[in-house]
């Protein structure tokens, strides 16, 4: 059971896109489609932004979005704004077990 | 609106035990799987444990297999982790997790605010 692969930290300015990878193994990320990831803002706790690879729950922006692609998924973070500065997890359940990304902080400079 | 109030942590030397608790509100609990992620200070995500709506099912991560018992009463709407021979890399904030689904997908849709477990000597 090993943590997915994340970058360690993005940056942007307001209004760009960016895009934070997360890569697995074909036993997690390529296999299942059980694909979700979470907006931590310092000092709280997590927040569900990304379920079942592409899907949002109600009340977070479109302008989040994300896509699979073998055993790589991503996470686009569009018009970016300064609330945006946070630090992302991927996760990708596998069974038995659920694995986490080592996080990605993104700045908004 | 689904609340998770967690309590149990505290500070606790190398070896000994501690039980966690989450009292669940807002929401059906006995339709929804719940889980522990733990995050030590300063670090990532790490899932804990998992159980699925009526305990028959129990998943844990490899660091804690075999020491972490979690467990169930939908009757009171809790959540329980038993922490045995506690080591310091179990030192973390411990939140306890919605799933989404009655079985357990892996997609976390509300936190508590976390306990925090020390373990030091």
């Known amino acids: 059971q090993s943590a997915l692969t994340q970058p360690r930290s993005v940056s942007g300015s307001p209004g760009q896109s960016l895009t934070i990878s997360c890569t697995g193994i074909?036993?997690?990320?390529?296999?299942?489609?059980?694909v979700s990831w979470y907006q931590q803002p310092p000092g709280t706790a997590p927040r569900l932004i990304i379920y079942?690879?592409?899907r949002r729950p109600s009340g977070v922006p479109d302008r989040f979005s994300a896509s699979k692609s073998g055993d790589t998924a991503s996470l686009t973070i569009s018009g970016l704004q300064a609330d945006d500065e946070a630090d992302y997890f991927c996760?990708?359940?596998?069974?038995?077990?659920?694995?986490f990304g080592g996080g990605t902080k993104v700045a908004v400079l | 609106e689904v609340q998770l109030v967690e309590s149990g942590g505290g500070l606790v030397q190398p070896g000994r035990s501690l039980r966690l608790s989450c009292v669940a509100s807002?929401?059906?609990?006995?339709?929804?799987?719940m889980h522990w992620v733990r995050q030590a200070p300063g670090k990532g995500l790490e899932w804990v444990s998992g159980?699925?709506?009526?305990?028959?099912?129990?998943d844990y991560a490899d660091s804690v297999k075999g020491r972490f018992t979690i467990s169930r009463d939908n009757a009171k709407n809790s959540l329980h982790l038993d922490m045995n021979s506690l080591r310091a890399e179990d030192m973390a904030l411990y939140y306890c997790?919605?799933?989404?689904?009655?079985?357990?997908?892996?997609?976390?849709?509300?936190w508590g605010q976390g306990t925090l477990v020390t373990v030091s000597s």
């Open positions: 997790v919605k799933d989404i689904a009655v079985y357990t997908s892996g997609w976390f849709d509300s």
């Open positions: 807002g929401f059906t609990f006995d339709d929804h799987a």
């Open positions: 159980i699925n709506w009526n305990s028959g099912t129990k």
């Open positions: 074909s036993g997690d990320v390529g296999k299942y489609n059980r």
């Open positions: 079942d690879v592409s």
């Open positions: 996760c990708a359940s596998a069974g038995s077990y659920v694995l």
